[in-house]
C-alpha cells in the first residue's frame, strides 16, 4: 500500500478532527475533578453525560448522521486508545505500528499494510503513550526514553520516544489472542503435525527440558504457551518474563515479571534476579519467557539441578545457532569458564530444541525439532527428530511439511523412566 503524505505535525488537521480535539478537552476539563474512585462503567456515563451537555452548549457542527461515529470517536479518545481501538479489536492484526501520530501500520496475515487512521495530534498520541505505560507501573520520558509494557489483554508494547526515536515517538503492539492458541488450533494453521503433538505432549509430561528457538515474530511464545499447556495439573509452575505474556490455564502458576529502574536508577529487578530467587520458591518447573543475557546460565543451573520439564526461549535462526547462543550467553554472565564447560552444561541440560521459522509467503512453520544427545568431542551432537520438507513442484501455501527423519530419539529411555509412552509410529519417516 502506497503511503499517504503526511502533513507537517499541528498543521493540516482536518475540521473534524480539530473540532473533536476540541470537544475532548473541554469533556477532559468537566470530567477530570470526578475522576478518582469511580469505576469503569460510571466513568464511561460521566464522559458520555459531559458530552452530549458540551455539543448542546457548543456550537458543533456535526450532522445527525455524523453524531454517532462523532460520539463513539470522542468517546474511544477519552477513555480507550483512540484509533488503536479498533485495530486492537480486530482479531485478523497481529501487529500494530505507529511511527507518527499520523503513520499508523498493521501486519495481517503475516503481511504489513498501512492504514489510513490517525491520532489527532501528537499531544494525543503521547497521551495514550502514557496511559498504556503508567497502567502497568512504568513510564516513558527523556530520563527513560524506552519502555516495555502490556496491554490488559495481555498484548505486549514497546515504545521509544525522542531523543532516541529521532522523528518522533514510536510505538509498537504486538497483539495476543484472547483465548490463548492450543495444539488443534496450530494442527489447523499447519505449524504443527498429529505426529509433533503426540511427540511434544509425551516430552512436556516425561519432563524434558525444551528450548523454543526462531527469529523475530515467529510465534515463539504461541509455541511456548503450547508447550505449557501439556504440563500436567498438579505440578507447581513459576513463569518469569520481561513483560508477562505467557497464559498459562493450570491452576498452580505464579507468575514473576522484572521491574526497570527507578528515575534514581534504583531497584532494578533482572531476570536473572528472579531465576534466582525463583529456586527458592519450591517449583516443579521455570518457564523463562526469553533468554536474552547473563540468566542463561541461572536457567541452565536450573536445568540440572532437579528442575526437570524447564522451558524458554531463544532469539535463533536454526538448532545449532540456538547452542551457539546460549554459550554467547553464558559467558555475559562474567565468569571465565571453559568452553568446553559450558557446552557440557547446555549438553546436560536442554534435551530438546523446537526450531520456529516464518516462511516468505507470512505463514509459521516448525522447522525441526532437534535432539540435544551430548557431547562428541567438544563438540555438542545435534539430531534431528522431525524436519521441514518442500514439496517437490509445489506452489503456494501447502507447499512443504514438517515429517519425521525416522531416527530413534535417545529421550525415549528418560520418558519410560517417568512411565511416558510415544507410538512408534510417530517417528516413522513418510515412505
Not at 520458591?281 to 540440572?304: K, T
Request: glycine share 8%; charged share 25%; aromatic share 4%.
Amino acid at each position: 500500500t502506497a503511503k499517504k503524505p503526511r502533513s507537517p505535525k499541528g498543521k493540516g488537521a482536518s475540521p473534524w478532527d480539530a473540532t473533536k480535539k476540541k470537544v475532548r478537552e473541554l469533556v477532559l476539563e468537566e470530567v477530570a475533578p470526578k475522576m478518582g474512585g469511580l469505576s469503569a462503567e460510571e466513568l464511561a456515563e460521566e464522559v458520555r453525560g459531559a458530552l452530549d451537555r458540551i455539543l448542546q452548549r457548543e456550537d458543533v457542527e456535526v450532522t445527525p448522521l455524523e453524531r454517532r461515529r462523532f460520539v463513539q470517536e470522542v468517546m474511544s479518545d477519552t477513555l480507550g486508545y483512540g484509533p488503536l481501538d479498533p485495530l486492537l479489536a480486530d482479531d485478523t492484526i497481529t501487529e500494530v505500528m505507529c511511527n507518527a501520530y499520523d503513520d499508523i501500520w498493521v501486519e495481517r496475515a503475516g503481511r504489513i499494510e498501512h492504514t489510513d487512521l490517525s491520532f489527532t495530534d501528537d499531544s494525543q498520541y503521547r497521551a495514550v503513550i502514557d496511559k498504556i505505560v503508567s497502567a502497568v507501573g512504568r513510564r516513558v520520558d527523556e530520563a527513560s526514553p524506552m519502555v516495555d509494557a502490556r496491554l490488559p489483554d495481555g498484548s505486549r508494547v514497546n515504545a521509544i520516544i525522542p531523543p532516541l526515536a529521532l522523528h518522533g515517538a514510536v510505538l509498537t503492539i504486538r497483539k495476543f489472542s484472547k483465548d490463548p492458541y492450543t495444539a488443534k488450533d496450530l494442527i489447523a494453521f499447519g505449524t504443527w503435525t498429529v505426529d509433533l503433538v503426540t511427540v511434544m505432549e509425551a516430552c512436556v509430561r516425561g519432563k524434558l527440558n525444551v528450548l523454543v528457538s526462531g527469529g523475530t515474530g515467529t510465534g515463539k511464545t504461541t509455541n511456548l504457551n503450547v508447550l505449557s499447556s501439556f504440563i500436567p495439573e498438579g505440578e507447581r509452575v513459576i513463569t518469569i518474563e520481561d513483560s508477562a505474556e505467557l497464559q498459562l490455564q493450570q491452576p498452580h502458576v505464579i507468575n514473576l515479571e522484572t521491574r526497570p529502574a527507578s528515575a534514581e536508577g534504583t531497584g532494578a529487578v533482572t531476570i536473572r534476579d528472579l531465576v534466582k530467587n525463583a529456586l527458592r520458591m519450591r517449583p516443579d518447573r521455570i518457564i523463562v519467557g526469553e533468554c536474552r543475557a547473563a540468566e542463561a546460565l541461572d536457567m541452565l543451573q536450573a536445568m540440572n539441578t532437579g528442575h526437570d520439564g524447564s522451558m524458554t526461549t531463544v532469539h535463533a535462526n536454526t538448532s545449532r545457532d540456538a547452542i551457539s547462543r546460549l554459550e554467547t550467553m553464558v559467558l555475559m554472565a562474567g565468569f571465565e569458564l571453559p568452553v568446553r564447560a559450558i557446552r557440557e552444561q547446555i549438553a546436560s541440560a536442554i534435551d530438546l530444541i523446537l526450531q520456529v521459522t516464518r516462511m516468505p509467503d507470512g505463514r509459521r512453520v516448525i522447522s525441526a525439532v532437534t535432539e540435544v544427545q551430548g557431547m562428541g568431542g567438544d563438540v555438542i551432537l545435534l539430531q534431528d527428530i522431525f524436519k521441514y520438507r518442500s514439496i517437490p513442484g509445489g506452489v503456494g501455501a501447502g507447499s512443504g511439511e514438517l515429517v519425521a527423519t525416522g531416527l530413534r530419539p535417545k529421550f525415549l529411555d528418560k520418558l519410560a523412566e517417568n512411565k511416558v509412552e510415544v507410538p512408534a509410529s510417530a517417528f516413522k519417516a513418510p515412505a
